[in-house]
């Protein structure tokens, strides 16, 4: 059994066994693809919605390219696309205050996550965004399951 370390810009693909996770999760959004029937799993820990006006060096930074890179690294791996579900965390608004209702970045994250696995067709099976809380989340490719521990309220299996 492994343990995968996802950082912040970051994305890793586990095989039966891996337990992948990102941790502190605020306004950036964690994104979970699972292949059930090969056990198969991947997590990208998105930090912006899209790359447009940025350097795109880490390509793991946006939504609009993590994405689809880490569709394309679980095909390498022997996911099949057509059988990829998706799980959604994170998307908070850890700032009060003027600035963060402008910016509303958590916000902005989740609402592009959602629309290119839409544009995918990749069904999003479970979500746990928003709040104001950080998150920090584990893939357990065996079964798919991602647990969420959130500061201040315990954890959750989804």
């Known amino acids: 059994m492994g343990a995968l370390l996802v950082g912040i810009g970051d994305m890793k693909v586990g095989r039966a ?3 992948i996770t990102t941790l502190g999760l605020g306004s ?10 090969a056990k198969i799993g991947g997590m990208a820990h998105i930090m912006l919605p899209s790359s447009k006006g940025f350097d795109a060096s880490n390509r ?8 689809i890179d880490l569709v394309n690294l679980m095909g390498r791996a022997g996911a099949r696309r057509g059988a990829l579900t998706a799980k959604i965390a994170g998307g908070a608004h850890m700032f009060s205050g003027k600035a963060d209702n402008v910016l509303m970045v ?3 994250n989740v609402a592009a996550c959602k629309e290119i ?3 995918l067709n990749i069904p999003v099976t ?5 709040g104001t809380f950080g998150r920090t989340i584990e893939l357990h ?3 798919g399951g991602l647990n ?3 500061v201040g309220a315990g954890q959750k299996m989804i």
Do not use: E, H, N
């Open 17 to 19: 066994g891996d337990v």
């Open 28 to 37: 950036c959004v964690g994104v979970v693809l699972y292949d059930k029937s």
């Open 60 to 67: 793991a930074k946006f939504a609009d390219l993590a994405i």
């Open 106 to 108: 958590g916000d902005r």
């Open 117 to 119: 696995l839409r544009l």
């Open 126 to 130: 479970a979500m746990d965004v928003g």
């Open 141 to 143: 490719t065996d079964t």
């Open 148 to 150: 969420i521990r959130t």
